[in-house]
T-cell receptor, first 115, second 114 residues
Framework: GQQLNQSPQSMFIQEGEDVSMNCTSS?????WLWYKQDPGEGPVLLIA?????ELTSNGRLTAQFGITRKDSFLNISASIPSDVGIYFC???????????????FGQGTTLQVKP | DAGVTQSPTHLIKTRGQQVTLRCSPI?????VSWYQQVLGQGPQFIFQ???????GRGNFPDRFSARQFPNYSSELNVNALLLGDSALYLC?????????????FGDGTRLSIL
């Protein structure tokens, strides 16, 4: 079954709007990563989080490691057309990753931005 | 600096054939992981290698195998190809594969099985 629930599945927004997406799990994670994937390319790392409660920014992007260690969110402020793509959350879970580098991925959020 | 490089970029095979995919990690990275991404889904973990040793294996059949070479590059082999093996195969590298070292992905090999 699905181990990381990512929502929303897709978003269609106006340029300039803020965007929020999140990932939740029933298992504890000790690392959360956010990636963006454009068509025909591999995922590109946006933000990495390593501590519960950690809030990290990368330009217009902000992500947080949930205090319960079972969730994370990503915010994009003032969206622009080049933000279009698929955003994936991924993480390492002591139980689900079995102490390996096995990243567990969400299903992805497809973002479309209308100019 | 060069990122993770994968070859070939595209490949077409028929059922029953065998395929070898190649990956060169970011310079200085000693851990390589392989993922399979089918259309519309997130990547699924296949293998992780560190210092030429297998560190982890995902829920894939024995038709899938991999190895890592002394220069830390890696190959993924798939035997007896099935239609369901059609996917984007991604390679990711990190310094040592630990949780504090994020994995960086290549652009993948698109494998199509006819």
């Amino acid at each position: 079954g699905q181990q990381l629930n990512q929502s929303p599945q897709s978003m269609f927004i106006q340029e300039g709007e803020d965007v929020s997406m999140n990932c939740t799990s029933s298992s504890i994670f000790n690392t959360w990563l956010w990636y963006k994937q454009d068509p025909g390319e591999g995922p590109v790392l946006l933000i990495a989080l390593y501590k519960a409660g950690e809030l990290t920014s990368n330009g217009r992007l902000t992500a947080q490691f949930g205090i319960t260690r079972k969730d994370s969110f990503l915010n994009i402020s003032a969206s622009i057309p080049s933000d279009v793509g698929i955003y994936f959350c991924a993480g390492l879970s002591p139980r689900l990753s079995s102490n390996t580098g096995k990243l567990i991925f969400g299903q992805g959020t497809t973002l479309q931005v209308k100019p | 600096d060069a990122g993770v490089t994968q070859s070939p970029t595209h490949l077409i095979k028929t059922r029953g054939q065998q395929v070898t995919l190649r990956c060169s990690p970011i310079s200085g990275h000693k851990s390589v992981s392989w993922y399979q991404q089918v259309l519309g889904q997130g990547p699924q973990f296949i293998f992780q290698y560190y210092e030429k040793e297998e560190r982890g294996r995902g829920n894939f059949p024995d038709r899938f195998s991999a190895r890592q070479f002394p220069n830390y590059s890696s190959e993924l082999n798939v035997n007896a190809l099935l239609l369901g093996d059609s996917a984007l195969y991604l390679c990711a590298s990190s310094w040592d594969g630990s949780r504090n070292q994020p994995q960086h992905f290549g652009d993948g090999t698109r494998l199509s099985i006819l």
